[in-house]
Structures are given as structure tokens and as C-alpha cells.
């Protein structure tokens, strides 16, 4: 019978201890984040093209050329980011991306945004260890200033999350949702 990595098992919303055997590999590629953000934040340069490679270190891929992120910018881990093109993440926002974050073209990202897909159990005795769940930004989507999205959301296309909002649950395509917990605020027509 194969074993299933901990990067599948974490990414697939089980809950890792710890304690785990393979916990070392994921630690490792976490210590890789601390690494490269670090690089990132302390870099001296207006260079985008410098800014995007380094980028590119953490997630593991190259981004496109039309990316552009300011830092100061935070991650636990890296690796599970994927970025579309024309997308735009401004400044001291914070990734926590071990259940996978995907944002797809054309979104805008305003400063100090969270996005955190991983959570702790309730339980007491088990609140150490950590359940992952993936986020999904959905092309045209923007995220306004402050705003934190949960484990397990996706938001729309073209929705907007007012600055913020705490998102708990998935946001309907061309709708703007505000508060917390963030609620549908209105719907957006094509009169825009």
C-alpha cells in the first residue's frame, strides 16, 4: 500500500500533528518561506522584474511578467500559491498558504489583506496541531484593504470584499460583501 505525503495529506485538509513522522519535511519548506520572505522584504530595489524572481523563489514557479506585488509581503510556506496574470498584491499582506491559495487574473489584492488557509482543531488537547483548507480568488475579484479570508473560501468573479471583512464562507460571483462575518452587501450589475 503507498503512503500518502504529509504535503498531500495537509493540503487535503487532514488534521497534522505535530508529532507526525514527516512533519520535518514540512518544516523545512517552511524554514524555505522564512528564508525567502525575509530576501523579499529586506531587498533594496524598485525593480519589479527583481522583486517578481524572488517571488518566484517562494511559490516554486515563475510568475508572469504583468505580477506586481509590493512588499513587505508574508508567508508560512510558499509553495502552495498559484498566481494569474495581471494581478496585483499591494503591501504587508500575509499568506498562509499551506491548504493551497489560487488567485486566477485580473485580482487586486489591497494592503494588509490576510489570507489564511490553515486553522487549529477545537479540541483542546489537539489545538497544537492544524487543519488546512484551500482558498480560491476568482478572476476580477478585488479584496479591499484589511480584509482576512478564512480556510475553505472561495470568492467570485469580480467580487468585492470591502475593506475589513472577515469572509467565512464563499462569496457568489459579481457580489460585494462587508463586516464581519462578512455578509452580501450588494450585488454588482454589468452597468458598472
Not at 514540512?26 to 531587498?43: E, G, H, P, V
Not at 464563499?170 to 460583501?177: A, E, S
Request: net charge negative.
Amino acid at each position: 500500500m503507498e503512503t500518502i505525503s504529509i504535503f498531500t495529506r495537509d493540503k487535503s485538509g487532514e488534521t497534522i500533528q505535530l508529532d507526525d513522522p514527516e512533519y520535518p519535511q514540512l518544516f523545512q519548506i517552511i524554514q524555505k518561506a522564512i528564508r525567502a520572505t525575509a530576501k523579499l522584504n529586506t531587498l533594496v530595489t524598485d525593480d519589479i522584474q527583481e522583486i517578481n524572481a524572488i517571488f518566484s523563489e517562494l511559490i516554486g514557479t515563475k510568475v508572469d511578467d504583468s505580477f506586481f506585488i509590493i512588499p513587505p509581503f508574508y508567508s508560512d510556506f510558499g509553495e502552495n500559491i498559484t498566481i494569474g496574470k495581471n494581478v496585483f498584491v499591494n503591501h504587508a499582506c500575509t499568506f498562509m498558504d499551506r491548504g493551497g491559495i489560487m488567485i486566477e487574473d485580473n485580482v487586486l489584492i489591497g494592503p494588509k489583506v490576510n489570507i489564511i488557509t490553515t486553522n487549529h482543531p477545537i479540541n483542546p488537547s489537539e489545538r497544537r496541531a492544524t487543519i488546512s483548507q484551500p482558498i480560491i480568488i476568482k478572476k476580477g475579484a478585488w479584496i479591499g484593504v484589511g480584509a482576512t479570508i478564512l480556510p475553505g473560501v472561495t470568492i467570485g468573479v469580480n467580487s468585492i470584499v470591502a475593506a475589513g471583512a472577515v469572509v467565512s464562507k464563499d462569496v457568489p460571483d459579481n457580489t460585494i460583501v462587508g463586516g464581519i462575518p462578512a455578509k452580501i452587501i450588494k450585488s454588482i450589475s454589468e452597468n458598472y
